[in-house]
């Protein structure tokens, strides 16, 4: 049965203090400034806007694909980023992916869609099943059982080679994913402990700037807020969306990195930001150290960008032994396009 989506009115926290702007009685508190409603979503805004600047993740001319899952964060990411195109005049349209997860994913794929509706903006949709035949809860048994591999790691892959090749396809030069303060702490946390530094160098607000027309460069506008900030300016803005999380999630290594991190910033509030801007220092030193020694090729089974001979897709379809369907453009043409489902919702600006 489908779980119902949250009301985010009824969940805002309130703290004992007032904004130290205006007075009014205050929600969030950071670095000993307090907000109250109006003022925290300005200071949100501001630093969404800010990192898009700083770092130069939109350009004139761009056309924007936003990864959008129904989740607080992508969802957050499609509103500004579709205002930010709107104030510029850069296209920008939303791309959504349902992995078949029971009771998690379908709520959420519907709350995108009518998010779009109310917004006023194109969505195309792509669903696992469709695409590789099979759902992520079909995969997750035998991905256990017989092959002792966590479903995150799976669904991640195969994922992202939907994600770069739908958008490609849909003419995207950018793809916005909605990956905040809190997931780039983990993920670099991640590759220290799995001794994957090279990983790390290919992190940042912006990645896959590379001379290869099939990689859609992924940006991330919410790179400097937290989770906890988006997840109050979601509460605040009324969106209707889905706060669940996957039943899949609680197998993941993240998970585990994630819960030591939450526990750090109870003694060091701001370990998180500490960890994304001692990243951002040593980023070009990484980028120097590992870049000029990958070389980015075409995947000799379906000519997806990768470094190895056959992309890490095509690598867990054989170690799955599975009939999942490939999507890629060689040997080929794909046909997954036919099966976008694009919803063009009526004009309303947000
Ligand atoms: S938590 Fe893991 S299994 Fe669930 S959607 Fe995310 S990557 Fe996929
Ligand atoms: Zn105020
Ligand atoms: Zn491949």
Redesign the pocket.
Known sequence: MKKELCDPKNVIPSIDAKCTTCGKDAVYQNQGTRYCRNHFVDYFENKVYKTIQRFNLIEPGDRVCVAASGGKDSTTALYLVSRYCRKYKIECFALSID?G?SGY?DVSVDAVKNFCNVQGLRIYTFTFKDLYGKT?DQLRETMLKEHNKR??SV??VL?RRVLNVESRKLGATKLVTGHNLDDEAQTFIMNVYQGNMSHNAKMGPISGLRQDTKFVPRIKPLYLVSEAETKLYTQIKGFKLCYCS?P??DL?FRRFVKGQLNELVKILPNAKYGIVNSFLEILPDLKRKYRPSVELGECETCGEPTTQKRCNACLLEEKLHSDLKNIGEKPKASKTRKKAKSIKTRSKRG
């Open positions: 992995e997860i994913r992520m479903p995150c669904c991640g994922r996957c899949h999630s993941s």
